[in-house]
């Protein structure tokens, strides 16, 4: 049948081509006997004009002829690649239906497709030229399963590519049969669904009972009223509704077509909130967790608790979003609240004593490489543990560990022969009734041993560092502040409750004392009132204030490295010092904490970042005043911490490819600042 339909398609072919060389050759013929004829014509010239004329005729025949070959070709390879049933259904097809060649160029299309681009004759035109989101090489690597969605003229259409033609490897004898669906309607009901869903936000006062404590009584109404009529003013330009569940809490609905307006804001009621005064002294903060795109309420409800949580844990004064799987930050620029009152931190006491006792042995784990704060808040819980009558040990890798003499100094004092274990160690004696308290990180891959931390049942989290996308999940108690200055800072107030007496001997004291000593630069970081009444608490148990610093004295091949480091100091958008350091040697991690701080004491310097090469890690350790946040930073190269104190590790690259992206990571800090 396909062979009786080529040969009468090819008569029909030829007979056009043979009918327009017949015409050439008569219109020669006779163009050569009128320049023959004519009169008073000049002999030569007429020779010239019937040459010509015959040139031109054999010309013309050559390329038709040329012609008439390609077009049956084409004609054989098109009618090949077109089975009777897909040709029938082409023509009857509904939709824009079109037929190109590999290059693009337009073979055949349907009345509807002509009206698709105009209405005008689009024959041997390439499709890109008439849509230019339709790119071929990406339908023809697909190998003839491809789907995409393109908008023309305000209409949504849906196209469907199929390769068609002669199975083998000549493009010439292949083509692209494109089908255009319109779902106009389709995603218009869609997009007006999307618009129609709610978006959850948890407005929380950070610092509610500390603003009130800190302003006139006379005031405390006006000052609460200013903070009820700037939150409603920022639901209202959301066009949203509000409800205040507590006397610090609001929940407010927003529809998502109207909350594109909050997100045009970029959050700007942070600063209003901050902007209210009446005699207070302490400004007012506020946290807001949102959740959106969630497949119910429900789930956006969830978000929104998720998001106000890790806002909290992150320091409060800011704005995060959980959009499904992905978090977005706003604000963070101020520096953590600070909590005055210890309810929590009894009510946590009395919930952990219950645990521990509860527990057949409890395991305690800092994170990798693990400092004085990571290593003295362990020991704080080790003897807190002791005191309920509980088998403890302290999960730690020596070689790494930045407190080896520490560690060494405690393995000798009578109960701490076998406190210390590695992590092959904890893997081996763990049991379904163990309790792992995990310290001073909560982040899974920054803990000494993962493998332990996947294995326990129940899971004990104690941390001051700003929360960060990954955390430490299914815990049974986390206790998560960070305004805190310290992990030590928070043991030491734990352990005041577990037991009422007195349990800590001087050189437990002290081991506290060194880790608050260390996360605050000697009280100068992050030191509130509650991290002096930590102090104040340890040094009653007997610390030596002049023995922890000798402790923190370096030696003078040290103190030179770190004079190296700060002269060889880059500046970086004038107020910014990086220097990079290769250094393997034992102790150099914290030498180049050190040397980040020391950096803070140069004239005009607002941050500090020190990169330590150390075999395939590159480690950070940044520093600031109160301008710059490095915790935002060094999350977006996979760290954290706190605004002025915060670090991360990079792993594979060079100093110099470290540098660039530390470039890159607060060049966007700065910019969303």
Same mark, same amino acid.
């Given at each position: ?424 160690? @904890?893997?081996?004696?763990? $049991? ?5 308290? /995990?310290? !001073?990180?909560?982040?899974? #891959?920054? &803990?000494? +041993? ?118 060889? @100091?880059?500046?970086?958008? $004038? ?5 990079? /350091?290769? !250094?393997?040697?034992?102790? #150099?991690? &914290?030498? +180049? ?81």
């Amino acid at each position: 049948m396909r062979d009786k339909r080529l040969k009468r398609r090819r008569t029909v072919i030829k007979k056009v081509f043979d009918m327009r060389i017949a015409r050439i050759l008569i219109f020669a013929a006779v163009t050569a006997g009128i320049f023959c004829v004519g009169k008073g014509t000049n002999r030569n010239l007429t020779g010239l004009e019937i040459i010509a004329a015959v040139l031109y005729a054999v010309l013309e025949i050559y390329y038709t002829i040329k012609q008439k070959k390609a077009f049956v070709g084409f004609l054989e390879n098109f009618d090949f690649a077109l089975s009777d049933t897909t040709g029938v259904s082409l023509v009857k097809y509904p939709s824009p239906a079109v037929i190109i060649d590999l290059s693009g160029e337009i073979k055949w299309y349907n009345d509807n497709f002509k009206r698709l681009v105009g209405g005008k004759e689009v024959f041997g035109c390439r499709i890109q030229s008439l849509i230019p989101q339709i790119q071929v090489n990406k339908i023809t690597e697909s190998r003839g399963e491809f789907g995409s969605v393109i908008t023309v003229n305000d209409c949504i259409y849906e196209i469907e590519a199929r390769v068609t033609g002669r199975d083998d490897s000549n493009k010439k004898h292949k083509f692209l049969i494109l089908y255009f669906t319109d779902k106009t309607d389709e995603y218009t009901l869609a997009r007006l669904r999307e618009e129609e869903k709610t978006v959850e936000a948890i407005v929380i006062i950070d610092n509610y009972e500390e603003v009130l404590k800190e302003t006139p009584d006379s005031n405390h109404g006006k000052i609460l009223g200013e903070i009820e009529q700037t939150i409603g003013k920022w639901i209202a330009l959301g066009d949203g509704t509000f409800r205040k569940f507590e006397r610090d809490k609001f929940l407010v609905i927003f529809e998502q077509k109207n909350f594109e307006k909050i997100l045009d804001d970029k959050f700007e009621i942070l600063n209003q909130i901050k902007n209210i005064n009446f005699e207070n002294r302490i400004p007012v903060t506020i946290s807001i967790g949102i959740g959106q795109h969630g497949a119910s309420p429900k789930e956006n409800d969830a978000y929104a608790k998720f998001a106000i949580d890790m806002a909290l844990g992150r320091g409060g004064d800011q704005v995060v979003i959980k959009d499904g799987e992905t978090f977005n930050f706003f604000g963070a620029k101020s520096r953590e609240v600070e909590k005055r009152t210890k309810v929590k931190a009894r009510v946590v006491s009395f919930a952990l004593r219950k645990l521990i006792d509860n527990s057949g042995k409890v395991l305690i784990m800092g994170h990798k490489a693990c400092d004085m704060d990571s290593v003295g808040a362990a020991i704080g819980l080790f003897k807190a543990v002791q005191s309920r009558k509980r088998r403890a040990y302290i999960v730690v890798d020596r070689e790494s560990s930045n407190a080896k003499e520490t560690i060494a100094e405690f393995e000798k004092k009578t109960g701490y022969a076998e406190a210390f274990i590695t992590p092959q160690q @904890a893997m081996d004696i763990l $049991e379904k009734d163990t309790l792992l308290i /995990v310290v !001073d990180t909560h982040r899974p #891959s920054m &803990v000494e +041993c993962p493998d332990l931390l996947r294995h326990a049942d129940n899971i004990v989290l104690i941390d001051h560092h700003r929360r960060s996308e990954d955390y430490i999940k299914n815990t049974a108690l986390m206790y998560h502040e960070a305004y805190a200055s310290s992990t030590c800072e928070m043991v030491t107030e734990i352990i005041q409750y577990i037991q009422e007496e007195p349990m800590l001997d001087k050189q437990e004291a002290e081991a506290l004392y060194a880790g608050i000593f260390m996360d605050t630069n000697g009280f100068v970081n992050k030191a509130g009132v509650r991290t002096f009444e930590a102090a104040s608490y340890l040094k009653k148990m007997g610390v030596d204030t002049i023995e922890i610093r000798r402790r923190f004295k370096c030696d003078k091949d040290i103190f030179i490295k770190k004079a190296k480091i700060i002269s060889m @100091a880059q500046i970086y958008r $004038e107020n910014i010092a990086i220097s990079l /350091v290769s !250094d393997d040697a034992p102790g #150099s991690q &914290v030498m +180049c904490a050190q040397a980040a701080d020391e950096l803070l004491d140069i004239k005009g310097i607002e941050a500090a970042f020190v990169l330590l090469e150390r075999g395939n890690v590159i480690y950070i350790s940044a520093r600031s005043l109160d301008e710059i946040n490095v915790q935002i930073i060094m999350e977006k190269l996979g760290g954290g911490g706190h605004i002025t104190i915060a670090g991360a590790q990079m792993e594979n690259m060079t100093l110099s490819e470290a540098e660039e992206k530390l470039h890159w990571a607060i060049d966007e800090a700065l910019a969303d600042s």
